[in-house]
């Protein structure tokens, strides 16, 4: 593949001139999704036996395909988790790909392997765990609970031989991401929600263990608590299930995909005590610490106990745990075996810009929530939902069904102003469609915000 011909080297400078200007575009085109029918007419087959040439396919994901597509880094998408990956994190996921590194042994990917753990050393150190801990990058947060979810059912069993053939129970809250059920199927687990979409305290906790017959409390195999709701921003009562769960004797992993970044916050990282005592932690520094996709993380209190969970055995592997190539191999931690480097980008944003730099684009994106909230309570026809946490606000527009919200979003998309999109939230009357911004960019500004409750009026 490496037969260097003048087109390539001349394709090769097209798109790095694409992707400089991509990322030193502070408003890019908001795209609109299109039918499957409407790209094939527009494209065709590109794919055919004697390639349709890099230009020509190129200029089609340029003119057409790109444009059917939302960028996340928009300041007014405030929708879902949006996100804002620095320029520097954007150009080394393209010198990650051009560097060609095996990320999932230290035999193959030492140097890269070596710079992604410093990288680590700062997520752990924000969560205070004790001196061991650590973790791995992973493709997102739902792979990161799944290889946490393995490691506490594997130390379970490994704990009493009767639950060898058991099924297993976590139990969570219905603030929990989705990710923690799909992941229990994966598993074949069974998922306890405790019923509150606001902070779940210890109080829930201990009633739910204390009314669980003596049967499926010893299927309890981990509690999941999050730190910072993907809906709503809420962080869990973390020290006081961790408590409950040191003294139950169950694994305690907090999933703070979303929420994590916020740990580098001085303003909100308080709320997130207790944090230190987990047995396991979800970060995605691909929502809130500003890593192209994908990049999440898991860290471990006793990485020793992932490994045991995790480590593929295997003739052509052996090599791999030979004392001459020892080292630290990411794919003894989690799921996946050939991976990226993932967590190099990251790394090399962090080495450029420095830790304060993070801290500061972070407060911006809760103080961007605050604002939203002053601004919504100002104005005459929207009215908060609850008060912004961390950096997702919930509000009302007065007077609104579901129907309204879902015609409102698509205006605003369509036209390619804004994607805001609406949500649930859990009255206790029942579920009510609101409206919900969701704020990581910092270049979002306060005008943004005002332009889009305008619309609502
Ligand atoms: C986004 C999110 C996940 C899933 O992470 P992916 O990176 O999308 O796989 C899990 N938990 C929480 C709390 C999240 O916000």
Not at 234 to 254: K, M, N
Not at 408 to 431: C, D, I, M, Q
Request: include cysteine.
């Amino acid at each position: 593949m490496h037969n260097v011909d003048i087109d390539l080297v001349e394709m090769s400078l097209d798109i790095i001139k694409y992707a400089i200007s991509r990322i030193s575009d502070t408003d890019p085109k908001l795209g609109f999704p299109r039918k499957a029918e409407e790209l094939k007419a527009l494209v065709g087959d590109t794919v055919t036996p004697e390639g349709i040439g890099g230009e020509r396919a190129f200029a089609l994901f340029k003119d057409v395909l790109v444009k059917a597509s939302v960028p996340i880094d928009h300041p007014r998408h405030l929708a879902f988790v949006p996100a804002s990956p620095t320029r520097a994190a954007v150009m080394f996921d393209l010198v990650t790909s051009a560097t060609s590194v095996h990320g999932a042994f230290w035999l193959e990917g030492a140097g890269c392997i070596f710079a992604e753990n410093q990288a680590m050393e700062w997520l752990v150190s924000l969560t205070g765990m004790p001196a061991g801990a650590f973790g791995v990058f992973t493709s997102g947060g739902t792979e990161a609970n799944l290889s946490a979810m393995v490691t506490a059912r594997e130390y379970w069993r490994e704990g009493d031989e009767r639950n060898s053939k058991t099924r297993g129970i976590v139990i969570a809250s219905n603030g929990a991401h989705s990710s923690i059920n799909a992941m229990a199927k994966v598993i074949d687990a069974d998922v306890l929600l405790i019923e509150t979409e606001s902070r779940l305290e210890s109080s829930h906790l201990a009633e739910t263990l204390a009314q669980m017959s003596a049967e499926d409390r010893a299927r309890v195999f981990a509690v999941i608590a999050t730190a910072g709701t993907t809906n709503a921003g809420i962080i869990d009562d973390l020290a006081g299930i961790a408590t409950i769960c040191r003294s139950e004797e169950i694994w305690f992993h907090v999933d703070a995909a979303y929420g994590g970044g916020a740990l580098a916050a001085r303003s909100v990282r308080h709320l997130f005590n207790g944090i230190e005592q987990a047995d396991s932690v979800t970060i995605d520094p691909h929502k809130w610490l500003f890593s192209p996709y994908d990049c999440g993380a898991i860290i471990y209190r006793d990485p020793k106990l992932a490994k045991k969970a995790h480590a593929q055995e295997g003739s052509y592997l052996d090599i791999f745990s030979d004392e001459g190539a020892k080292g630290f191999n990411p794919s003894d931690y989690q799921i996946q075996l050939t991976r990226r480097v993932r967590g190099l980008p990251l790394w090399f944003s962090l080495a450029t810009h420095g830790t304060d730099r993070y801290e500061k684009a972070i407060e911006r994106g809760i103080e961007l929530a605050q604002i939203a909230g002053r601004l919504i309570s100002e104005c005459e026809h929207t009215e908060l939902v609850r008060e912004p946490s961390l950096s997702c606000v919930l509000y009302r527009r007065k007077g609104w069904e579901a129907e309204d919200y879902r015609a409102w979003t698509y205006k605003n998309h369509k036209s390619g102003f804004a994607l805001v999109a609406p949500t649930k939230w859990r009255n206790p009357e029942g579920p009510e469609t609101v409206s919900r911004f969701c704020f990581i960019n910092p270049d979002t500004t306060e005008k943004d915000i005002r332009d889009i409750l305008f619309t609502m009026a």
